[in-house]
């Protein structure tokens, strides 16, 4: 199919092409590239934004139930909804399988959602322009909202935040006064806490767990992108859809403040630039990884071993060796 007419289709709202489109970006195949690039480039001239909202937590603490709910709350107020996922583990065994259609049922049925769950990779850098690139093609498809949704391991949470208006971070009620280890660079990076589950005999514990995760948000540094009173910790249940309507209202008191004083766009373009430099990064390393530049590096490292060259030398004429090749 012609790139353009396919890209007609995506700004039509086609879910079918968006689906297509999205698999094309997934290829890691040089024509399907250079595809998907004609495609974007098609595409960034309709300059359609979403609320783009990265939501993170640890299996079992109910991000499919919460995206279900959430997504058919918005659906209900007449929003189009997108959910990709970031899965940071390189096989599915184990954890959970994010963005899985059938643990979102209900959503899953409705004609202005769309769900697309994780593609089976290896390695996160691909991962994130991958998934950037899928952000793109759901904002030219016109959807209000794209769900982010990854597991609290590692580097994915950075990845996600750093390709998200919002970030939002779902803990479960716990025992005890220890905050669930979350680390304070993840609480730093969260723009609202939901601690689900609060119904039930957990409404209690959640209440309280949810009252020292606020505690210790206002410990937190100020930053400059929130209003008073940001970032924020709340109860929810995603079963029986409490307090889901009382979190949207907060994203879009806290999404006007920043529209209002700039911080969406400055935002969003440090995100363009962290993903500039992060692509020059992984590009680099890629060309490190190919069979020439292993057996440059190793006939230099023997010359370092030797003796006959400095480790920087070294390093100098590897570096110059990669550029030329
Ligand atoms: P995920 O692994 O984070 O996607 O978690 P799931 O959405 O699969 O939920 C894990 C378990 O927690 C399931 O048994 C859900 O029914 C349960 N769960 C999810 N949300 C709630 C909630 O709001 N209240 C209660 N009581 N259980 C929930």
Redesign the pocket.
Known sequence: MEISSLGDRILNGERRALARAITLVESGRADHRAQAAELLAHLSGAGRQSLRIGLS?T????????IESFGMMLIGLGLRVAVLAVDPSSTRSGG?ILGDKT?MERLSREKNAFIRPSPSQSHLGGVARRTREAIALCEASGFDVVLIETVGVGQSETVVSEMSDLFLLLLAPAGGDELQGVKRGIMEMADMILV??A??D?KPTATRTCADYAGALRLLRKRPQDPEGFPKAMT?????EHGLDKAWDEMQVLTKWRRDNGHWDTNRAAQAQYWFEQEVRSALLARLSTPQARFDMERFGAQVSAGQLSPSAAATDMLATLIAE
């Open positions: 937590g299996p079992g603490v109910g991000k499919s139930t919460f959970s643990r689900n589950k119904d039930g957990l929810v249940s995603a079963v029986e």
